[in-house]
């Protein structure tokens, strides 16, 4: 069927009446014109889902999409995205700590005392969802750039001070954990908040709408799409002989030549989660989320389902 000049109205009612059919646009660039109410939804086994193209900002497919749910290890996004913002040096070696190594949950199966580099610890965040890394990264910021920010602040409180019976108190740096939310303050992402790093808390939340926007302000980062599009990935210690060879749990950056990134997360009280970017014949990023499927293969079915209906029924 070829239109020129249809109304977005009469498009709609035209689906209503007729049997799905290939559609042919004159313009070549398209803004895609949602098709909500029309029946011809994808029928998703989750809590909520999301697609959006994040190159124009169009929602395609919404399903409780503004809800606030458990996030699980999709908290691992905004621990990448403030790791990179906040860490200038991602050679620098760390030693693993003993919270971290014993950890529970999801890891990269670090050990304590093992001396490792931060770019490592990066990919074992994402490659292999480790939790042990979350920590680390986290401890790494705390420990060592608060404090030389705190020591600099400190420091430059006490050259200001020309009163001497005048006491101030220089600002505190935030922590890690705190610099996660206050990003969500940044982005107006009024449906995420944190309380750890990794995500094993039940607090850690976010509406599908939210994590979208977060995903979109994360690829902006080169180093955050280049660990995100990698399947396979070996860490080596740099006290022994200890290595971590790690393959993506994110099966589809496995399996389809489309996908760009993504990252799976799972808990009990979130269920199995899943976030994917990938892109359209006409080279546009689509953002998929899927929030509380029933099981770890329903999370890839579920982002399968909705990215072959993005390509059935949009057209650029």
């Known amino acids: 069927a070829y239109f020129d000049n249809l109304s977005k109205q009469d498009f709609i009612v035209y689906q209503k009446k007729t049997p799905p059919v290939l559609v042919t646009f004159k313009a070549p660039d398209i803004y895609p014109w949602g098709i909500k109410g029309t029946g011809l939804e994808p029928k998703v086994k989750a809590k909520a889902a999301i697609a959006i193209d994040i190159d124009n900002g169009q929602t395609l497919f919404a399903y409780n999409d503004k809800e606030r749910l458990p996030m699980a290890s999709l908290t691992k996004i905004m621990t990448a995205t403030v790791a990179l913002e906040r860490i200038n040096d991602f050679n620098v070696p760390v030693i693993i700590s003993r919270n971290a190594a ?166 009990e009280a979130a269920g199995w989660n899943m976030i994917t970017v990938f892109k359209s014949p006409a080279g546009h990023r689509i953002v998929t989320i899927v929030f509380g499927t029933e099981g770890n293969d329903a999370r890839f079915n579920e982002s399968n389902k909705i990215i072959d209906w993005v390509y059935s029924y949009y057209r650029y």
Not at 170 to 185: D, G
């Open 102 to 267: 014993l950890i529970e949950g999801s890891r990269m199966n670090l050990w304590m005392d093992e001396k490792i580099t931060l770019k490592d610890v990066l990919y074992g965040l994402i490659l292999k969802s480790g939790n042990d890394a979350a920590v680390t990264l986290e401890e790494y910021y705390d420990n060592v750039v608060k404090a030389k920010t705190s020591c600099s602040s400190d420091q430059n409180a006490k050259e200001e001070i020309k009163d001497p019976n005048k006491k101030e108190t220089a600002p505190q740096t935030p922590s890690f954990i705190e610099l996660m939310n206050e990003k969500t303050k940044e982005l107006s992402l009024k449906e995420m908040k944190f309380e750890d790093s990794s995500g094993i808390s039940e607090n850690n939340t976010s509406s599908p709408s939210d994590l979208a926007i977060l995903m979109n302000y994360a690829m902006r980062n080169p180093v955050f799409r280049e660990v995100m599009a990698t399947t396979q990935y070996t860490a080596s210690a740099l006290n022994g002989s200890l290595e971590h060879p790690m393959t993506t749990t994110n099966r589809l950056l496995r399996t389809r030549t489309d996908v760009l990134a993504g990252k799976t997360g799972y808990s």
